[in-house]
């Protein structure tokens, strides 16, 4: 068993292939992150006359690794990347294998590769992934961004241009979680010309996937998971390149009758066809980002060490309570255990919430205590500030809090939101301590919710 302490994350953000900027889908209501919008419309090479002797469909989708979900960071192409990686794998071993995203960001960038920003280019990182290797997911979890309310750089989330290096990625792990890397070597990078007829070639040989890049215009990129990118989105993307973003997927078949590639995206499954979509031929053809067309190949056998991670985390307790004290703060303390931890990264935060309806405190009944605008620019967040909590050393399988505490500020407790509300309506006031699991499919997932009453301050202290 250990304690689990703060977990500081070192990372970096992208403006081109997959970065820093949030896109909001109208239809859906999803947050999605995409690079900056640059112009990639070329003059097309699609010429069905040179596919006659090749079968009209090819879908490799039971051969895909489940759909994963980038979260709120700016890392589709390192999840294009792994996509690609999980999928030559599992047609050499028969079975799903989960590579970890933060492992191949966190060796790519320790190269210099866009450290100050969250993204990359697959083109970037397939080549640091036959040099340096793989690591299972379990080994080494995908992190939450660090520009999250109660994270280690929530200041910096309204101007990361003046983020330091530390919030964009992960530090590689130590010697004793690399000594389970799975070597690289067996791997061959395939660069394919950027011809839309080769890569259909391509996969109807090989039986490969392919990494591509491509322009989003939200207008295209139904929630259906039908996509498109034609001259008219392509024309509203340019007199407005912040509605647009670029983003990477993996192709992994076409349909030459329907003028359709199939491909996995890594926005969770509620997106699309559970995660898949389509795009149509031309739109691959005529606005894909030169030199991304990139696949890899296997050149001997393939072998993963076993992955020690179990199927689900095991809370026994979680046992928050809170205090105000005599500085100011208000102290929250958690007590509690968690077994089988491998591959999962924790997040407790804790905030001030409001009864509005009487019965046992509950979400139906409570809501969160929130700052004016004024005073949101001032602390970055509301009533919120995080206990993080890993298991990405490998020691063991167990993560416990035993008297963890972390405080909410006295100049936060100090403003005049909750001054009011500590004056007026005391007898509302409640504590929300929530205790949330992150993983590289589900994002965040509520593991337990528990609402505890603020205590005053001891006699002792006044």
Known sequence: MKNSGLLFITALVLLQGCGDRSSGNGKSGNKFVLGAFFDTESEGTF??????NIPRTVNLRPDMTPVKNQSDRGTCTFFASIALAEAIFKKSLKRDVNFSEEYLSAITKAEGHFSFQEGSFSSINIPELVSKGLMLESDWPYRPSTFGKGYLCENFAGNKSRAPQECFFALPPENHIQARKIDGKFLETVVLPHNTNEIIKYIARERNPIVVG?????????????????????????????????????????????????????????????????IDINSVDKYAIRDSFISLRARGTLRVPPDLAAQKAVLGSFTPSSQEMGDGTIQVTVNGQIRNTLGYVFYTSSGLAKITKAGAP?????????????????????????????????????????????????????????????????????????????????????????????????????
Request: charged share 20%.
């Open 47 to 52: 010429n069905p006359r040179s596919l006659q």
């Open 214 to 278: 491509l322009p989003v215009n939200f207008t295209g990129w139904a929630n259906t998971g039908i996509t498109r990118h034609d001259s008219n989105l392509h024309a509203e993307c340019l007199n407005n390149p912040s509605s647009c973003g670029m983003h990477e997927v993996l192709i992994y078949g076409y349909d030459l009758v329907r003028k359709v590639f199939f491909f996995k995206n890594s926005w969770g499954k509620t997106w699309g066809q559970e995660g898949h979509g389509e």
């Open 362 to 462: 509950q979400d139906s009944n409570t809501e969160m205590v929130s700052l004016t605008s004024e005073e949101a620019a001032q602390f970055g967040d509301t009533f919120v500030r995080a206990i993080w909590s890993d298991n990405t050393d490998g020691s063991g399988e167990t993560v416990s809090w035993d008297n963890q505490q972390v405080s909410i500020s006295s100049e936060l407790v100090a403003s005049e939101t909750a001054q009011k509300m500590l004056a007026a309506e005391r007898n509302k006031l409640i504590v929300r301590t929530t205790l949330f699991v992150h993983t590289d499919t589900e994002k965040f997932k509520v593991l337990k919710r528990v609402y505890h009453p603020l205590r005053g301050i001891a006699p002792a202290q006044r």
